[in-house]
């Protein structure tokens, strides 16, 4: 059973970048896609984006971001590592969420998210 | 405001049927984008109930199935239980290229 475990600090301070690591267990982390996923607490759901790992250094890293997020978010990944990470910068109140990371299922028409982490509350203030 | 729209709360008695509904547009789900259903319960991470519209993973009861018609899909639980209380999403993916997800209705066993 694959299994998902995000790390980092749970206090970002206003305009700084927020970081956070994705530990995958049980499974392999290559030759699938890679999500976050953020909630505001009572809130709804909204994707961050994704990057696509692999043992061909051709191909890992590729990503795809949320339009509305693609200027501040940077996501990478490090197979040897079995980790993907996130990267948002000029955080504000805002971007007070839980993040969960979650793998990356394909369907014909697109995709979806079988396996997720437990999540990580994120709180932004000075 | 979310790009698919559920309604806020649904609810039913034990043992009925009920239906939560998610609108789209011809941009996601008019589309021809898959639906996809989760189930959140309180403080944990949201769970895969229903993927592709109409099939469920291993593990999931046959009582809960999904459907999709033109810009809108639904997700219908029958036999309802304590336990189905909890709150649910649709997602699929916009034109716009994004994820997209319905705002989450909760659900409540009376």
């Known amino acids: 059973q694959v299994q998902l475990q995000e790390s980092g600090p749970g206090l970002v301070k206003p305009s700084e970048t927020l970081s956070l690591t994705c530990t995958v267990s049980g499974g392999s982390i290559s030759n699938y896609f890679w999500s976050w996923i953020r909630q505001p607490a009572g809130k709804g759901l909204e994707w961050i984006g994704r990057?696509?790992?692999?043992?061909?250094?051709?191909?890992?890293?590729?990503?795809n971001y949320n339009p509305s997020l693609r200027s501040r978010v940077t996501m990478s990944v490090d197979t040897s590592k079995r980790q993907f990470s996130l990267k948002l910068s000029s955080v504000t109140a805002a971007d007070t969420a839980v993040y969960f990371c979650?793998?990356?299922?394909?369907?014909?028409?697109?995709?979806?998210?079988?396996?997720w982490g437990q999540g990580a509350l994120v709180t932004v203030s000075s | 405001q979310s790009v698919l729209t559920q309604p806020p709360s649904v609810s039913g008695a034990p043992g009925q049927r009920v239906t939560i509904s998610c609108t789209g547009s011809s941009s996601n789900i008019g589309a021809g984008y898959d639906v996809h259903w989760y189930r959140q319960l309180p403080g944990t991470a949201p769970k895969l109930l229903i993927y592709s519209n109409t099939n469920r993973p291993s593990g999931v009861p046959d009582r809960f199935s999904g459907s999709k018609s033109g810009t809108s899909a639904s997700l219908a639980i029958t036999g309802l239980q304590a336990e189905d209380e909890a709150d649910y999403y649709c997602q699929s993916y916009d034109s716009s290229l994004s994820v997209v997800f319905g705002g989450g209705t909760k659900l409540t066993v009376l």
């Open positions: 979650a793998r990356v299922a394909l369907s014909s028409g697109f995709f979806y998210f079988d396996f």
């Open positions: 990057i696509y790992s692999s043992e061909d250094t051709n191909y890992s890293g590729s990503t």
